[in-house]
């Protein structure tokens, strides 16, 4: 790879410093207002305390196969003018340039930084030229980079000098604590872009908006927490502090085995064998009911039997109650290869918290699935699951079945939805099917439909931040299931056995083992019907010996 990159002619050199009458022209370029004025491709970016140039942020950013985790901003330029512009960077083959100059587009690039390096280089803009896009990005494939200081410095917009930096926020207060998350709000204040919250003064989340979600708390345990406002100009001090203690907490979470098994029941006929609740085999410990529907109402979702099964209303719920008698949880799921739910905003989020949750008091869903593989906003999907669990209580089952892909990096919309509510989540059933090839815990690339494939991947997210207890396998009942990737239970088998206790491996082998690891999954209860229920046969047992 280093020769193909050497042979574009890049070259990384240290920067010189700016003509006093310069200004740095790009904004939040320590990343102190989180991403705000920045885009980076593919929901690559995120900003962390640590490592930091200054200040008490920068820019992490996670490329993946066929990203290279671009993160760039649009800055106002004069004509027929000179610049250059320079970043700190850590990473490997981390690269700074800047596009629409109007004469040479300029990159430069580091194929190793183990500590803080400058990257600078120069450019000049063309006579019609009053913009250029500066950016950073990382190499296919290849671990996180970490970016801040970003200047662009030169003949500037000739508006003058940025905002001030703005004030302290005030009024901040406490609206309501559980036993593991702090509801917080404050005033606005004028000219700010973003605020940050500290707990014990550690930064911990950076908004746009006055309030915010402070989660992962301990029971009984007192806080401190503080608010600071920020803008591309810099931020203020910190506001009052206001210190709160978190509950008791009831100690009875969601009634899940410690190792489980969960199967998607299809509330529709597409020539698996069709089901009654009653039907699903008993080694199904989560039952996911496939799908919602989604209404004219923005987020908001329903649910309506399918005609075609002949299944009574009154029958489906007597149904659930039974599985439920026998010590299973059966869920809606939201979503699927079709599903058409959004939310994206804080009205769209309360639609489907209420919705939800009308549907579990209707039919007595013990939670909700959600399996959204059109995208998911991380914000507003976080806020409608709090906002669901605040409503339902701690015996909530929250699963999710992400595509691959979305599971890659912690930084990509459906993992950061994930670790948003990693207090309140059950369990994530990764697909690990119709995938194709995917980069492993270990930068190496695997191919799908082996023990490989499942181990690999499963330790992105088991070494990216969520519990073993919330990592689950998904895989096809069937060869007739999904497109690609299907496996036999004895492969299921031999993974899970990788990664709980370090045998049963391919010629990938975890560094650690992690014997909590929830189970499996699989599409679906009514294919693994078709095939003489041979995948549950052959999984369940397996995974409820597990100790």
Known sequence: MATALAATGLTAFGGSPAHAADVNLVKNPGFESGLSNWTCSSDSGTTVTSPAHSGTSALKATPAGSDDAQCAQTVTVRPNSSYTLSAWVQGSYVYLGASGTGTTDVSTWTPSASGWQQLSTTFSTGANTTSVTVYTHGWYGQPAYVADDVTLTGPGDPGGPGDPVPAAPGGLTAKAASSSSVALSWNPVSGATGYNVYQDGTRTQSVSGTTATVTGLAPSTSYRFEVTATNATGESAKSTAVTVTTGAGSGDGPSVPKHAVTGYWQNFDNGAKVQRISDVHSQYDIIAVAFADATATPGAVSFTLDPALNYSEAAFKADIAAKQAAGKSVVISIGGEKGSVSVNDAASAANFADSVYALMQKYGFNGVDIDLENGLNPTYMTQALRALSAKAGSK????????????????????????????????????????????????????????????????????????????????????????????????????????????????????????????????????????????????????????
């Open 396 to 547: 909530l089952v929250i699963t999710m079945a992400p595509q691959t892909i979305d599971m890659q990096s912690p930084s990509a919309g459906y993992f950061r939805t994930a670790l948003n509510i990693k207090d309140i989540l059950t369990v994530v059933n990764t697909q690990f099917y119709n995938s194709g090839s995917m980069n492993g815990c270990d930068g190496k690339v695997y191919s799908q439909g082996t023990v490989d494939f499942l181990t690999a991947l499963a330790c992105v997210q088991l070494e990216g931040g969520l519990d073993p207890s919330q990592v689950g396998l998904g895989l096809p009942a069937s060869t007739r299931a999904a497109g690609s990737g299907y496996v036999a239970p004895s492969v299921v088998d031999d993974a899970l056995d990788c990664l709980a206790k370090g045998t049963g491996c391919g010629s990938f082998k975890p560094s650690r083992t992690y014997p909590g690891i929830r189970g499996a999954m699989t599409w679906s209860t009514n294919w693994d019907a078709a095939a003489g229920d041979a995948w549950s046969s052959g999984v369940g047992p397996h995974v409820h010996a597990m100790p």
